[in-house]
C-alpha cells in the first residue's frame, strides 16, 4: 500500500484533492447539465452533492505551510550542494543513499484560493447550451512583483523558462524536444498558452551576449583565402558558399567580455600580480609587460589562445576547431570557469592564417581603442593575448613553421633534426638528437619571413628558410610573441609524448624481445618487461586506490593501455610508477632514469615554483634527455623528447605547468562535442547552444542571489546542474559541511582530552556526534572506516604543519557551558616519516623526497581543526615492505582530471 502522505510540502499542494482546472469545469458543467434534466424530488440530492462539493472545495483552498524545521534541512541540502557544485563526481561521492525519514505533519494555517475552482462554482447556473471555453490566465496584477504564473503557483513565468532551458541544456535536448516538453508542461497546467510555442517561449529566454557571424573562405583548397562581403549583399558567389557550407562562425570578443565582467564578484576577482606560480607571476608578465607599463593594473586584461581539431563523427573526417580564449587575471578555478569561444571552423583543417584573421583584427582594436566597462567610473580596458597553448601539430600552422617532422621542425630553437631508421620493418623518423640548438626570435623570426616573402616576390621558388615557410598573421598581434609566446604543452608533449613512448614503445613493446643466431638463441631488451613481470606490475597496480580528485581509478596496463588518456598517463608518471617499478625488480639503471622526468615534472606542477625548484627541474630534465639515446637507443630521441630541454624556460615565462596546460581547453571541447544532436550543420548548433549557455549565466546567479525567489526553484536548480543533493547534510560554516545521518558516542577520555586541548580547554560535554564524511573548501574527505567506498582512499592528509594523518574520526562536539557552542574536529592517526627515500641522483643532488614521503602508521591519535587540512594525499604501498607506504601529496590543489 502506497503510504505517500497526503500534502506535497515544498509546493504547498493537496495531492489527494488536486485536480486540473479543466477537468474540474468539465465535471461541474456536466453536472449542471444533470441538475436541469432531473426530477423536483431528487431536489435534495442534488443539494447535498452541492453541500460535498463545497467541503471538497474547502479543503482544496487550505494549503499545507512546511514548518521551519523542514525549511531549514532544505537550505542546508541546498548549501551543501553549493559547496559541492564545482565538481560532480565529488558531489557524487557526497550523495549516498543514506536512509531516513522526513517530518511530514503539515502546518494549520489556511489561505482561501480566489481563481479556478471558485470561479467554476459562481457558474454553476449558467445556460448550458453553448460551447465549453477553456479557462485563460488571470490578469496579472502590475502591483505584485513576482507575477506567479497561476495562483498557488510558486514560479514566474521567467523563472519557469530559466528552469526548462537549464534543464534542456543540461540534457542535451533538441529543438523539438523542447518544444514537446512544452507540450507537455502545457497539459499540467490549469490554463491555455502560458508557453505557447517554441517561438514565444525563446522570446522569454535570456538574451545572448553576442551573435554569431559568418566568414566565407575561396572555394579552392589550394587557396582558403577570406572573402569579404558588404553587409547586406547578396551575389550567387555568396550563395554559393552558403549552400557549400565555406564559411566558418566568430563570436565577437568585445560583447563577451562586457557580459562576463557585468558579473561583480568576477571583477572583483581580478588580480594583477600572485603570490603563487600563476601566468601573472611569470617573467614575461611580471617583467617583460607590467613592470614596462604594456600591461596596467586595473585597465588591462590579459588572454592565452587554444585551437585544437576535435573529431566530430568517428565515421567522418569532418573536423571541429574552436578558437577558445581565458583571462590570465583570473584566478585558475574562475577562467577555466569563463572559458569564451571566441570562433569555429567546421570541415577539414583549416587555413590558419584565414582562420585567425577576423580574431586577430578584433585584438588590435581591443589593444589599441580598448572597451569601456559601464559602472559609476566608467572604466577604460585594453585586452592582449600573450600566451598561446596548443598541441606541436597545431603549433607550427599557426607560427608559419614546418612541421616536427621536417628539418628545422622545432618552434623554439634551429635544431634541423635528422632522418634515421627505426624499428625492424625499414621505416624512417625525424629524430633531435643531443642538445637543443640556438634559439629562435621574434626578431630573428620576423627578419627571416621578410627574407622568404621577398625572394619570393624575385621570382625564386624557395620551400622554406630555417623552417619558415609563410609569414604567420599572429605577427601582427601587438604584445605577441611569435616564438616566446608559444609554450609546450606538457598534455601532448610529456604525457601522450614521451611518457606513453617509453611505456608502449619501449618497456611494454613484444618487439624488444629479437631472436639471435641460434634456433634457440633468445635473448631481450633488459628494460622490457615481460608478461609475468607485468602481471605483477600490474596486481600493484590495481592494489591503488586514489582519492577522488583522481577521477579514474587505475586500469591494468596489461589490457587496457591502449586506452590510457591523458590523466592517466600523469597519474602513473607522478604517483603510481615508481612504487610499482620498485616492486617488480624493474632495473634500478632505467628506475633511476625514469625518477628524472617524474622529479622535474614534479618540480613544474608546484602551486609555488622557488628558483632552487626551477633550477632543479631543468637539470632534471636536462640529464633525463641528454643520457636516454645511452639509456635505450636513438630511437627515444624524438620531437617530444626534445621539447623536454623548453619547458623550462616556458615555466620560468609563464609560471607552473598547470596554469597553461590543454587540460582545461580539451575539457572544454568535449562540452561544445556535447552541443548538437544532429548530423546537419553541427557547427551552427554549437554555436546556438553555446550562446544560450551564455545568455542563461548572468539569469542563474541572479535567481540564486535573489532573496525573493522561492526555494524550490533554488533547490531544483542546483539539482539539475550539480546532480542529487543528500538528504542528510549539515551546515557547519561556510567552508565545512558534514554529509550522512551522525551516529551519537560517548567519547573515550583520551579523545576528549585531546578535544579540549584542540579548542584551547574548553570544557565538553562526553556524548559527541560522529559524521563519515564532510567536506571541507570544496574537499570531500572521508573517515578511514567509511564502508561506502571500494576503490577511493579519501582519508590521508598532510596537515599545515607537515604532519601525516589517517581520518578516524569527524566529531561534532558540544560545550559543558551555560550558553553552549558546537565545534567540529577532526580525529586522525599519525603517519610518522621513516626517512626512507624511494629515489635519488647524487649527482644532481636531488631525491624522491621532494615530492613523496615514506611513512609508518602509529598508534598516536592526533585532534586537528578542519582548517588545519592541507592537501590530499595518493596513498601506496612502499616496496617489499607492508609495515610502511608511499605518502604522495596531490601536485597541486587546482588541477583536477
Known amino acids: 500500500m502506497n503510504n ?21 469545469n468539465d465535471q461541474l458543467l456536466r453536472r449542471a447539465r444533470e441538475v436541469e434534466a432531473r426530477p423536483p424530488n431528487v431536489e435534495d440530492a442534488v443539494n447535498d452533492d452541492d453541500n460535498n462539493s463545497d467541503r471538497s472545495r474547502s479543503s482544496l483552498s487550505s494549503l499545507s505551510v512546511s514548518d521551519d524545521q523542514d525549511s531549514q534541512s532544505v537550505r542546508s541540502e541546498s548549501s551543501a550542494a553549493d559547496n559541492a557544485e564545482s565538481d560532480h563526481e565529488l558531489q557524487r561521492e557526497a550523495d549516498t543513499d543514506d536512509g531516513g525519514s522526513e517530518n511530514d505533519e503539515a502546518g494549520g494555517n489556511n489561505c482561501d484560493d480566489d481563481g479556478g475552482r471558485d470561479g467554476a462554482m459562481e457558474n454553476f447556473d449558467e445556460p448550458h447550451g453553448q460551447d465549453e471555453v477553456a479557462p485563460v490566465p488571470p490578469d496579472e496584477d502590475p502591483e505584485d512583483p513576482r507575477r506567479v504564473i497561476y495562483p498557488g503557483c510558486p514560479l514566474t513565468k521567467s523563472e519557469g523558462t530559466l528552469l526548462i532551458m537549464t534543464f534542456a541544456l543540461r540534457f542535451g535536448l533538441s529543438d523539438v524536444a523542447i518544444e514537446n516538453l512544452l507540450r507537455v508542461i502545457e497539459a499540467h497546467l490549469p490554463f491555455d498558452n502560458v508557453y505557447g510555442s517554441l517561438h514565444k517561449f525563446k522570446k522569454h529566454m535570456p538574451p545572448a551576449p553576442v551573435n554569431p557571424e559568418r566568414e566565407y573562405y575561396c572555394l579552392r583548397t589550394d587557396c582558403r583565402r577570406l572573402l569579404r ?20 562562425s566568430t563570436l565577437k570578443l568585445k560583447p563577451q567580455l562586457l557580459s562576463l565582467l ?4 568576477l571583477f572583483g576577482s581580478l588580480r594583477w600580480e600572485d603570490s603563487e606560480s600563476d601566468v601573472v607571476n611569470g617573467r614575461f608578465y611580471r617583467e617583460g609587460l607590467l613592470e614596462r607599463g604594456f600591461v596596467r593594473r586595473n585597465h588591462s586584461l590579459t588572454l592565452q589562445l587554444n585551437t585544437d581539431g576535435v573529431q566530430v563523427f568517428e565515421t567522418s573526417q569532418i573536423q571541429m576547431w574552436p578558437i577558445l580564449v581565458q583571462i590570465n587575471e583570473l584566478p585558475y578555478k574562475e577562467r577555466k570557469e569563463n572559458t569564451i569561444l571566441c570562433g569555429l571552423w567546421h570541415g577539414s583543417k583549416p587555413n590558419m592564417n584565414t582562420f585567425l584573421t577576423p580574431f586577430v583584427e578584433e585584438l588590435r582594436s ?11 567610473e566608467p572604466i577604460l580596458f585594453k585586452v592582449h593575448v600573450i600566451l598561446c597553448t596548443v598541441d606541436s601539430a597545431a603549433r607550427p600552422t599557426m607560427q608559419g613553421l614546418k612541421q616536427f617532422s621536417g628539418y628545422y621542425g622545432c618552434s623554439f630553437c634551429l635544431h634541423p633534426g635528422e632522418q634515421l631508421h627505426v624499428g625492424d620493418r625499414g621505416g624512417q623518423s625525424h629524430l633531435y638528437r643531443g642538445d637543443k640548438q640556438q634559439a629562435r626570435t621574434q626578431l630573428g623570426h620576423a627578419a627571416t619571413t621578410r627574407q622568404l616573402l621577398q625572394r619570393r616576390q624575385n621570382g625564386e621558388v624557395v620551400p622554406d628558410i630555417d623552417g619558415v615557410q609563410e609569414a604567420a598573421v599572429l605577427l601582427q598581434l601587438p604584445l605577441f610573441n611569435i616564438i616566446q609566446s608559444f609554450v609546450p604543452d606538457y598534455l601532448h608533449a610529456v604525457l601522450l609524448g614521451t611518457v606513453k613512448t617509453v611505456m608502449c614503445q619501449f618497456w611494454l613493446d613484444s618487439r624488444r624481445v629479437w631472436v639471435g643466431p641460434g634456433p634457440d638463441d633468445k635473448a631481450q631488451h633488459p628494460y622490457y618487461i615481460n608478461p609475468a613481470m607485468l602481471e605483477q606490475l600490474d596486481n600493484l597496480l590495481v592494489s591503488i586506490r586514489p582519492p577522488s580528485e583522481v577521477t579514474r581509478v587505475p586500469r591494468r596496463l596489461k589490457s587496457s593501455r591502449c586506452l590510457y588518456r591523458g590523466h592517466e598517463w600523469k597519474q602513473w608518471l607522478l604517483y603510481y610508477s615508481l612504487p610499482c617499478l620498485k616492486g617488480t625488480n624493474f632495473p634500478a639503471k632505467f628506475v633511476n632514469h625514469w625518477f628524472l622526468l617524474v622529479y622535474g615534472i614534479s618540480c613544474f606542477l608546484n602551486e609555488n615554483i622557488s628558483a632552487e625548484d626551477l633550477e632543479k627541474g631543468k637539470l632534471a630534465l636536462r ?48 562540452l561544445l562535442g556535447d552541443m548538437y544532436s544532429s548530423s546537419q550543420s553541427t557547427h551552427l548548433q554549437i554555436c546556438k547552444t553555446y550562446l544560450r549557455y551564455q545568455g542563461l549565466k548572468p539569469e542563474t546567479k541572479a535567481t540564486m542571489e535573489n532573496v525573493h525567489a522561492p526555494l524550490c526553484l533554488k533547490d531544483t536548480l542546483n539539482s539539475i546542474r550539480s546532480g542529487k543533493t543528500s538528504k542528510f547534510a549539515f551546515e557547519a560554516n561556510r567552508n565545512l559541511t558534514l554529509f550522512g545521518f551522525p551516529s551519537q558516542q560517548a567519547l573515550t577520555v583520551h579523545h576528549q582530552n585531546l578535544i579540549e586541548i584542540c579548542l584551547g580547554h574548553i570544557p565538553l560535554k562526553t556524548v559527541a556526534k560522529f559524521y563519515k564524511r564532510f567536506i571541507y573548501k570544496h574537499v570531500l574527505y572521508h573517515v578511514e ?13 598532510r596537515t599545515e604543519d607537515n604532519d601525516f594523518i589517517i581520518i578516524t574520526h569527524m566529531v561534532k562536539v558540544e560545550t559543558n557551558e551555560e550558553n553552549p557552542r558546537d565545534f567540529c574536529v577532526v580525529l586522525g592517526d599519525e603517519l610518522r616519516p ?6 635519488s641522483d647524487r649527482d644532481l643532488g636531488i631525491s624522491s623526497d621532494k615530492f613523496v614521503t615514506i611513512v609508518e602508521r602509529t598508534q598516536r591519535c592526533i585532534a586537528i581543526k578542519p582548517q588545519s587540512l592541507g592537501r590530499k594525499c595518493v596513498l601506496t604501498f612502499y616496496p617489499h615492505n607492508g609495515a610502511k607506504f ?12
Not at 639515446?629 to 623536454?644: A, G, P, Q, R
Not at 598547470?658 to 568535449?670: C, I, K, L, Q, R
Not at 621513516?834 to 629515489?839: F, I, P, R, S
Open 4 to 24: 505517500r502522505p497526503s500534502t506535497y510540502k515544498k509546493y504547498n499542494i493537496d495531492l489527494n484533492e488536486f485536480k486540473p482546472a479543466r477537468t474540474l
Open 229 to 248: 562581403f558588404e553587409e547586406g549583399e547578396v551575389n550567387k558567389v555568396k550563395k554559393t558558399l552558403d549552400i557549400q557550407q565555406n564559411y566558418f
Open 262 to 265: 557585468e558579473n561583480r564578484e
Open 366 to 376: 581591443l589593444h589599441n581603442d580598448g572597451f569601456q566597462l559601464p559602472g559609476g
Open 623 to 670: 640529464k633525463f634527455v641528454l643520457t636516454a639515446e645511452d639509456v635505450y637507443s636513438y630511437e627515444i630521441m624524438k620531437f617530444n623528447t626534445h621539447l623536454l630541454l623548453h619547458i623550462p624556460k616556458s615555466v620560468e615565462c609563464f609560471g607552473g605547468l598547470w596554469a597553461w596546460s590543454t587540460f582545461t581547453f580539451e575539457s572544454y571541447n568535449g
Open 785 to 797: 572506516d567509511n564502508q561506502l567506498l571500494k576503490q577511493r582512499f579519501n582519508s590521508v592528509v
Open 834 to 839: 621513516t626517512g626512507d627515500t624511494l629515489c
Open 886 to 897: 608511499c605518502c604522495f601529496p596531490l601536485a597541486n590543489k587546482y588541477e583536477r582530471d
